[in-house]
């Protein structure tokens, strides 16, 4: 049953928003250091004025960064890895870095691999979901120094591990971006679910899909540090787009692998609007967001997103990526909109806000042409925080592809430029880049070149 309550407020225009506020441009309020995300007015909003200066070319032809920023290639694909497992998968993709003792930084990472991935996690007894499956996670254990003391399989045999997001308690939950059954395209078992991997010692969660959490094309996960909520992502490539949704744990907050012990899966409904694709004006604010009960959680006969949620139906959205928590609030990203695609509106870009305490969704920004805030390329996808407050954005769009940073100011600027084609001089190709996150003293930047796999770590004046 849907959750009861008031009904929803309607989408404030911007000339309201302005005789609320007295100035232009939305605020995110976080606890602790991280102040406001976004503050100043839309006039200030400029394009390549902030950060940290122009990118300086590589030499090498890798990585591309401002003047003071260095990076260490921790890891490349086709290597071998340090257990001897095998070579490094391909497709870098989600990642999340975890303090360790003594120092050290256990990295956690996806490899999205499908059925045709050029090179599979290595299948490893005791850690192998399905042995037909290509996709998986590798863990990474770096020394205070940032030198790599090992690197070894976390999870294999799973398919399209694309994102995820870490828990309150230090493990990583990695998502299958797939709704394969058994017997397509090999797989001996269905696919589409959510797996727990502890990158310090992955034998302690194994290969154990975490089923009550629902079969759909996951894509990334927050959760709520207070109440154990999990939310979660799902990038469905067709009509009817995907889902936001929210899993009520039996055992919410219980440590490495209370998530085991089930729960109930819930969509989210904000009433009039069954599409977020259709919201332009940043600030726009809905109270009385509904979660309504999945019918079928493992999708046995019909994808989720095609069942039948009732009088209402639940809120759809065209590429929803991202997730991550702060201060009281989940915070998720729609990468592009495309109405030629069947969507209700167009944009390159949506960061969406929901807070549970008063069940309030709010738009916080919109990329696009025609908006306040442009990325110079598009499609923004993996998010993180930044230590000094704001964002990274991990851009997978066409083109070049870039790290952007967005300031508390509003302000869009370029931190990292993938230098590596694998294209040809006449028609380039750069990979995408993901998994963007910090090391927890804040000194580190790791982000993953999806293709050709590359892991790096980027250190700098990220203070100045």
Same mark, same amino acid.
């Given at each position: 049953?849907?959750?009861?309550?008031?009904?929803?407020?309607?989408?404030?225009?911007?000339?309201?928003?302005?005789?609320?506020?007295?100035?232009?441009?939305?605020?995110?309020?976080?606890?602790?250091?991280?102040?406001?995300?976004?503050?100043?007015?839309?006039?200030?909003?400029?394009?390549?004025?902030?950060?940290?200066?122009?990118?300086?070319?590589?030499?090498?032809?890798?990585?591309?960064?401002?003047?003071?920023?260095?990076?260490?290639?921790?890891?490349?694909?086709?290597?071998?890895?340090?257990?001897?497992?095998?070579?490094?998968?391909?497709?870098?993709? @989600?990642?999340?870095?975890? +303090?360790?003792? !003594? $120092?050290?930084?256990?990295? %956690?990472?996806?490899?999205?691999? =499908?059925? /045709? *991935?050029?090179?599979?996690?290595?299948?490893?007894?005791?850690?192998?979901?399905?042995?037909?499956?290509?996709?998986?996670?590798?863990?990474?254990?770096?020394?205070?120094?940032?030198?790599?003391?090992?690197?070894?399989?976390?999870?294999?045999?799973?398919?399209?591990?694309?994102?995820?997001?870490?828990?309150?308690?230090?493990?990583?939950?990695?998502?299958?971006?797939?709704?394969?059954?058994? @017997?397509?395209?090999?797989? +001996?078992?269905? !696919? $589409?679910?959510?797996?727990? %991997?502890?990158?310090?010692?992955? =034998?302690? /969660? *194994?290969?154990?899909?975490?089923?009550?959490?629902?079969?759909?094309?996951?894509?990334?996960?927050?959760?709520?540090?207070?109440?154990?909520?999990?939310?979660?992502?799902?990038?469905?490539?067709?009509?009817?787009?995907?889902?936001?949704?929210?899993?009520?744990?039996?055992?919410?907050?219980?440590?490495?692998?209370?998530?085991?012990?089930?729960?109930?899966?819930?969509?989210?409904?904000?009433? @009039?609007?069954?599409?977020?694709?259709?919201?332009?004006?940043?600030?726009?604010?809905?109270?009385?967001?509904?979660?309504?009960?999945?019918?079928?959680?493992?999708?046995?006969?019909?994808?989720?997103?095609?069942?039948?949620?009732?009088?209402?139906?639940?809120?759809?959205?065209?590429?929803?990526?991202?997730?991550?928590?702060?201060?009281?609030?989940?915070?998720?990203?729609?990468?592009?909109?495309?109405?030629?695609?069947?969507?209700?509106?167009?944009?390159?870009?949506?960061?969406?806000?929901?807070?549970?305490?008063?069940?309030?969704?709010?738009?916080?920004?919109?990329?696009?042409?025609?908006?306040?805030?442009?990325?110079?390329?598009?499609?923004?996808?993996?998010?993180?925080?930044?230590?000094?407050?704001?964002?990274?954005?991990?851009?997978?769009?066409?083109?070049?592809?870039?790290?952007?940073?967005?300031?508390?100011?509003?302000?869009?600027?370029?931190?990292?430029?993938?230098?590596?084609?694998?294209?040809?001089?006449?028609?380039?190709?750069?990979?995408?880049?993901?998994?963007?996150?910090?090391?927890?003293?804040?000194?580190?930047?790791?982000?993953?070149?999806?293709?050709?796999?590359?892991?790096?770590?980027?250190?700098?004046?990220?203070?100045?």
């Amino acid at each position: 049953m849907p959750e009861t309550g008031s009904t929803s407020g309607s989408p404030a225009t911007r000339r309201q928003m302005l005789a609320r506020s007295g100035a232009l441009g939305i605020g995110i309020a976080f606890s602790g250091t991280l102040s406001e995300l976004f503050t100043g007015t839309a006039a200030a909003q400029h394009l390549g004025h902030g950060g940290y200066g122009p990118l300086v070319p590589d030499p090498d032809g890798l990585l591309d960064l401002p003047k003071g920023f260095r990076y260490r290639v921790l890891s490349r694909e086709g290597d071998r890895l340090r257990s001897g497992e095998g070579p490094v998968p391909s497709n870098h993709d @989600g990642m999340a870095a975890f +303090a360790g003792r !003594h $120092g050290r930084v256990h990295l %956690v990472r996806n490899h999205e691999n =499908r059925a /045709t *991935g050029r090179i599979p996690v290595p299948a490893v007894e005791g850690l192998t979901y399905d042995p037909a499956g290509k996709g998986g996670c590798t863990a990474l254990t770096l020394d205070s120094r940032g030198t790599v003391l090992s690197e070894r399989v976390a999870i294999a045999g799973t398919a399209v591990n694309c994102a995820g997001g870490p828990t309150p308690w230090g493990t990583w939950l990695t998502c299958e971006e797939t709704e394969d059954k058994a @017997g397509t395209n090999g797989y +001996a078992k269905d !696919h $589409g679910f959510i797996f727990e %991997v502890d990158g310090a010692d992955p =034998r302690r /969660t *194994g290969a154990v899909p975490l089923t009550a959490m629902g079969r759909f094309q996951h894509e990334a996960i927050a959760v709520d540090p207070k109440r154990g909520v999990v939310y979660e992502t799902e990038d469905a490539f067709e009509r009817p787009f995907g889902l936001f949704y929210r899993f009520l744990p039996e055992k919410p907050l219980g440590g490495t692998g209370s998530l085991r012990a089930g729960g109930r899966l819930q969509a989210m409904r904000v009433p @009039g609007v069954p599409d977020l694709s259709s919201i332009r004006e940043t600030g726009a604010r809905f109270d009385g967001v509904e979660w309504v009960d999945v019918p079928d959680p493992l999708a046995a006969e019909t994808p989720i997103r095609h069942q039948d949620f009732g009088r209402g139906g639940v809120t759809h959205a065209q590429k929803l990526e991202g997730c991550y928590w702060g201060g009281r609030s989940v915070y998720f990203v729609s990468s592009f909109a495309r109405s030629t695609e069947g969507s209700a509106g167009d944009h390159h870009g949506q960061i969406w806000r929901y807070d549970p305490d008063r069940r309030r969704l709010t738009l916080v920004i919109v990329f696009g042409p025609d908006t306040d805030v442009r990325l110079p390329g598009e499609s923004p996808d993996n998010i993180c925080l930044a230590p000094g407050g704001g964002l990274m954005v991990c851009e997978d769009g066409g083109g070049a592809q870039h790290v952007y940073g967005v300031t508390r100011r509003g302000e869009v600027y370029a931190l990292a430029r993938n230098r590596q084609n694998t294209g040809t001089p006449q028609e380039p190709e750069w990979g995408e880049f993901a998994g963007v996150a910090f090391s927890p003293d804040g000194r580190t930047m790791y982000v993953n070149c999806y293709d050709p796999g590359t892991t790096f770590a980027v250190t700098g004046p990220w203070r100045r």
